[in-house]
């Protein structure tokens, strides 16, 4: 081996590489022969399988359509059948129809025929009746006149007497029916009103104590009188920043009480910051009096500060809501207003309490009610410088503000200024009545009551003219009747607007007063 050249074993590979690929194109060519035979074969056997598969899905199809067809047919014949039964028992039944329909057409004609017999007869019969009426009223009228000359009486005026007594003893008969049904509603209407009253008063507990108002600054140093005196314009300088609060030097009296000022009227918050001022600088001295305005400022700010505390208080104390700021300022700003020395804001807030629970017993909104007691009075706040009544001047605020008509109305007529029967003007009316009518509540003697209305009358009849004179609602209104001779109609506004001046300039009274003339001319005849 060792011996062979290079050149013979390349031969050698070449001839046994070409061996290799001559072997393996033979086999090659022969392979797929034997393959394509054998699929040829396999292909054929399936053919014949798929037919034979085929011939015998057609038969059992043919088959079971056959079963199908037949089976259609015989349901076919089955429905035909009872459709055709069905269609015998609808002919029966509409011949049936028909023959009854026949008999009701016989019935319908004799009852027409019987009718119009029936009616002839009822003609007949109303004829004989009217003939029978007439006849009546002729022997009637025949009988009248023949008593009537027996009694010898005029028919028409017996028969018009004879009617008028009748119906007045039907009036007499019902006004003692309806006088009975008064008194049981009135004697029934008390009794559930007291009713009412009696769990109002045991489920309302009032807890705050009525705080007592002040409205004067004593002068124990007699120097500061003197120095008052010499100095008016600290007093004139608070008149002027207050706007309508009455400051007033009183001197010493002879049972040895030393001197005051006295403050009196216009807006609650505007007198109270004036007496805070009073306090803060008299004692100090002229020296100090120069900074009037920028200590009552100070205190004033500070008093509605107060103010606006207390009105949110009282609207959450009352769990109310809604309610304008301005007008919860005005509520706080009644704690330095009074009333016969009764505090109006206390009088506000109770009235709210027992308008509620006054609501809550007759079935009437426990929250409207609460908001009307609790806005009723803010009128008063500002009544020094509005003409009218406090209640009108109340509902104009609220309505103002964004109140409900209902409310503002309600509002207005708790005084009668507006006339409006709702069972919440009944309950805030009422709810009104009890907080100023409870004992200690307001202080309001009947001589100095008395010594009022008296001035009042002689202050009215110093007029020339005057007829008759009616002092009203607790001295609150005053109606005047005046001779038509001596007053005329074109002097009665100047007329009404004089006798308020002077009622204005002699008599000391709270609130306001409503003058009312009038001037009648009344004819009279006697036959």
Known sequence: MEHLSPQYLALVAFVGIAAGYVIFAAIRSLLPRKLRATHEEQRALVIQKARQRKEQLLVETRKRSEERIISMREELEANLEEERLTIEAADNDLDMQEQFLGHEDERIQKLEATFKVQAKKVEDLVLQLESFHQQNADVVLKVQEQLARIADVER???????????????????????????????????????????????????????????????????????????????IETLRQLTEGVEITLSPQTPEGAPPIIRLGGGYGINKEAARLTLEELLPRGPSQWGRADKAYVKHRKTIELQALKLGRQAIQELKLNNIHEEIQKMVGALNWRTSYRQNQYHHSVEVARLAGLLAGELGVDPDLAKRCGLLHDIGKGIDYRIEGSHAVISGDYADRFGEKRLICDTVMSHHNDLVLDTPLSYVLKSADTLSGARPGARINLEEGYQERLSAMEEAIKSFPGIQKVAIMNGGREVH???????????????????????????VAFPGQIKVLVTRRFEASAVA
Not at 196 to 210: E, G, K, M
Not at 482 to 503: D, G, M, P, T, Y
């Open 156 to 234: 028409n005026s017996t028969c018009m007497s004879i009617a008028e007594n009748i119906v007045t003893e039907r009036q007499l008969d019902s006004q003692k029916r309806i006088k009975e049904l008064v008194d049981d509603l009135d004697s029934h209407s008390k009794k559930g009103a007291e009713r009412v009253l009696s769990r109002l008063l045991s489920r309302y507990q009032p807890t705050f104590v009525w705080p007592k108002s002040t409205n004067h600054v004593d002068i124990v140093n007699p120097r500061l009188f003197e120095a008052l005196e010499a100095h008016p314009e600290f």
């Open 480 to 506: 005047i009747g005046v001779n038509h001779k001596r007053i005329k109609e074109e002097e009665l506004q100047s007329f009404c607007a004089a006798i308020a001046r002077k009622i204005e300039q002699e």
